[in-house]
């Protein structure tokens, strides 16, 4: 009898794929930026001091300041999503050409990062100026951010985006359809706006916390780390969202908890 011997499929090469040598250099290059961002955060940082508002930066400077920190405290969690995209254009592109293309889903990124930063610099601008004209009010907009947070962290809507940063390969065969024009910068910025639609509610926690409060970037930036690539990351994000409704229900009695909407905090 004629027996028919199927032999197993060819793993696949990285004939498609970015050598090993190429993921080792992108993945210490976005690491390399993380810290830079993070060098010049803490440098600017001990400049300025924690109290509500825009911290008297006018807004090209706040937008500056605002990318950096996004690079900072998100670059960590984007690294798997931008090598894999990396390797998708492995095959059609090489040297400077695939370079400028990983830059190109880069900035698309970080721009939808610069249209959040607009609408904080608003958001912060109008928190001052209540804060200024009324000290007591501060305790109750601490309260109302911890409490959107909360709310947001355990809604539906945070957990279709996470799903969309915890899952990036599977949006790949969509992301290939795009139009060549700009296709990377778009994609940059698709996924980006998925990431800022995950990580807002995390990041209006600044405004009680201080937008420069060093150790609140740096838990933050821990919890979205986790939150995306951590196995238990969707529990984390229950969690997160149930200690934020409790610091909501405090915070109006703990001025401790509200470094940020204090008329005159420290200097960093």
């Not at 032999?7 to 498609?16: C, T």
């Not at 998925?194 to 405004?207: E, F, Q, R, T």
């Not at 986790?226 to 994000?237: A, D, I, S």
Request: charged content about 10%.
């Amino acid at each position: 009898m004629l027996q028919l011997r199927v032999a197993p499929p060819a793993p696949a090469q990285s004939r498609s794929l970015l050598p090993g040598r190429e993921l080792a250099v992108s993945w210490i290059l976005m690491i390399l930026l993380a810290g830079l961002a993070w060098i010049l955060t803490v440098a600017q940082s001990r400049d300025m001091g924690m109290e509500p508002g825009t911290m008297g930066l006018a807004l090209p400077l706040f937008l500056l300041l605002w990318v950096i920190m996004m690079v900072a405290m998100m670059f960590p969690s984007v690294a798997p999503v931008a090598i894999a995209w990396a390797r998708s254009i492995g095959r059609q592109s090489a040297g400077a050409a695939r370079a400028a293309r990983i830059t190109q889903f880069a900035a698309g990124y970080l721009l939808s990062w610069t249209a959040f930063g607009l609408a904080a610099y608003g958001a912060l601008s109008v928190t001052g100026s209540l804060v200024d004209g009324h000290p007591g009010a501060g305790r109750w907009l601490g309260a109302a951010a911890f409490l959107l947070a909360g709310l947001y962290q355990l809604g539906p809507l945070k957990r279709v985006c996470l799903l969309h940063c915890r899952n990036p390969l599977a949006h790949l065969v969509r992301y290939a359809r795009f139009r060549p024009w700009a296709r990377d910068l778009r994609v940059g910025a698709h996924h980006g706006l998925y990431c800022v639609g995950c990580c807002w509610g995390l990041m209006i926690v600044l405004v009680p916390l201080g937008v420069m409060n060093l150790a609140a970037m740096a838990g933050l930036a821990a919890v979205i780390f986790l939150e995306k690539l951590w196995r238990w990351g969707p529990w984390l994000t229950w969690a997160v969202g149930i200690a934020f409704l409790v610091l909501a229900v405090i915070a109006p009695f703990q001025d401790g908890l509200l470094p940020g909407l204090q008329m005159s905090g420290p200097s960093m």
